[in-house]
T-cell receptor, first 114, second 113 residues
């Protein structure tokens, strides 16, 4: 069974640009969540999508948005990039939203904002 | 709000040494508790979990016990190997929060031969 796939693996952007990151969950998984990892703030929850609906949202500005398609693939978008958006963005999938359900993480997209 | 605090790192040990990484949490209700491990250049992998008080999670020689009275979930291993070198994250997840995990700061473990 293929794991969680995130593309691209690396991305370099400049301030003010926007970026779209993609996540393909494990086949059959309907929940996709996104996390930002930085040396200073650690791992922070961005949002979760389940069956194409956003069900949970972290404390990030509106520049961060996401969506989920009918095949459960998800994208997140960051508009008007700032230097502080440089981070590893991790996607995780699970089969449902139960608190005991195992999350499977992708290898992440490393975003650098110059 | 929910929070997880891990012992300050990094931790450097010799092979076959005993490992303890402390983790305490603050949360309402009865969250599930997790330890995740991150190897260089990779995403997070679930190491072990416990879903209720006094549960002990274990995997690959690692253990952690859910202590409600001390709100702790310390990670232990009796004899570490060089291959255990990685970053370890303690996390909690509330039943009502879906896939939302609250993570600790992470502890870098380096095991020398």
């Amino acid at each position: 069974k293929a794991g969680v796939t995130q593309t691209p693996r690396y991305l370099i952007k400049t301030r003010g640009q926007q970026v779209t990151l993609s996540c393909s969950p494990i086949s059959g998984h309907r929940s996709v969540s996104w996390y930002q990892q930085t040396p200073g703030q650690g791992l922070q929850f961005l949002f979760e999508y389940f069956s194409e609906t956003q069900r949970n949202k972290g404390n990030f500005p509106g520049r961060f948005s996401g969506r989920q398609f009918s095949n459960s693939r998800s994208e997140m978008n960051v508009s008007t990039l700032e230097l502080g958006d440089s981070a590893l963005y991790l996607c995780a999938s699970s089969s449902d939203r139960g608190s005991n359900e195992k999350l499977f993480f992708g290898s992440g997209t490393q975003l650098s904002v110059l | 709000g929910d929070s997880v605090t891990q012992m300050e790192g990094p931790v450097t040990l010799s092979e076959e040494a005993f490992l303890t990484i402390n983790c305490t949490y603050t949360a309402t209700g009865y969250p599930s508790l997790f330890w995740y491990v991150q190897y260089p250049g990779e995403g997070l992998q679930l190491l072990l979990k416990a879903t209720k008080a006094d549960d002990k999670g274990s995997n690959k020689g690692f253990e952690a016990t859910y202590r409600k009275e001390t709100t702790s979930f310390h990670l232990e291993k009796g004899s570490v190997q060089v291959s255990d070198s990685a970053v370890y994250f303690c996390a909690l997840r509330r039943e009502t929060s879906g896939s939302r995990l609250t993570f600790g700061e992470g502890t870098q473990l380096t095991v020398n031969p």
